[in-house]
């Protein structure tokens, strides 16, 4: 098992490439929170632990901690990132 971090940052559509998005807008969703992200990786059946006083380093000045997901060691975070960033997706669509 490795443990993988996840920062909201990652999933944020209103953020630039520069400033943290990993995913493409289409996949993003307007700033995520960490139980949002929490809520998305057990959806998925990923073992995470949310960590609310970290900040990510590109965007200090907003703090919205992370997510760490425990993982079987052959996952790639990219993979990962994809079917989180579809899992918060479905989520902010189901309840609108």
Partial sequence: MKTIVLWPEYFDCSLS????????????VSRPSITEL???CRHIGVECIADEIKRYPRTWYMSRGAVLAK???????????REIAK??????ESRQ
């Fill in 17 to 28: 490439r520069r400033l943290g998005r990993r995913m493409p807008k289409d996949l993003c």
């Fill in 38 to 40: 929490v809520e998305a």
């Fill in 71 to 81: 993982v079987e060691d052959g996952v790639k975070k990219t993979a990962l990132m």
């Fill in 87 to 92: 899992a918060l997706r479905t989520a902010r």
